[in-house]
C-alpha cells in the first residue's frame, strides 16, 4: 500500500488559484488510476481529476476548463493545478492511488477554503 502526503491546500479568494501536490511514496509507475476527490462539508467524496494508466484524464464537470492534473514521475508527485476557484470548490481534496491489483491508497487530505 502506498503512502500519500498531500499538500498545497489553503484558503483563497473567488479567482484565485492554488496548486495541490500528492507525494507518492515507493514507486508512481504501478499504478492503475492516480488523482484527486473531494469531500465538501455534509457531502460524499466525489471525483475532482484523475489519470489512468493508459494517460487518459478525466475530470469533474465543474472542473473541466480549470483544472488540470499532472504526474511529475521523477518527483513521484501528482499535481492537482485549480485556477477561477469558487466557493463551491471549498473541501478537503484527497489523492487517491489504486494499484495494478485494484487496491486504493488514500491520502489525509488537505483543506481548501474559496471565499467569496
Known amino acids: 500500500q502506498r503512502q500519500l502526503v498531500e499538500s498545497g491546500g489553503g484558503p483563497v479568494q473567488a479567482g484565485g488559484s492554488l496548486r495541490l501536490s500528492c507525494e507518492v511514496s515507493?514507486?508512481?509507475?504501478?499504478?492503475?488510476?492516480i488523482g484527486w476527490y473531494r469531500q465538501a462539508p455534509g457531502k460524499l467524496r466525489e471525483l475532482v481529476a484523475l489519470v489512468s494508466r493508459a494517460g487518459d484524464k478525466r475530470y469533474s464537470e465543474s472542473g473541466k476548463g480549470r483544472f488540470t492534473v499532472s504526474i511529475d514521475n521523477a518527483k513521484k508527485t501528482v499535481y492537482l493545478q485549480m485556477t477561477s476557484l469558487k466557493p463551491e470548490d471549498t473541501g478537503v481534496y484527497y489523492c487517491?492511488?489504486?494499484?495494478?491489483?485494484?487496491?486504493?491508497?488514500w491520502g489525509q487530505g488537505t483543506q481548501v477554503t474559496v471565499s467569496s
Open positions: 515507493g514507486s508512481i509507475f504501478s499504478f492503475n488510476v
Open positions: 487517491r492511488y489504486q494499484d495494478i491489483s485494484f487496491k486504493d491508497s
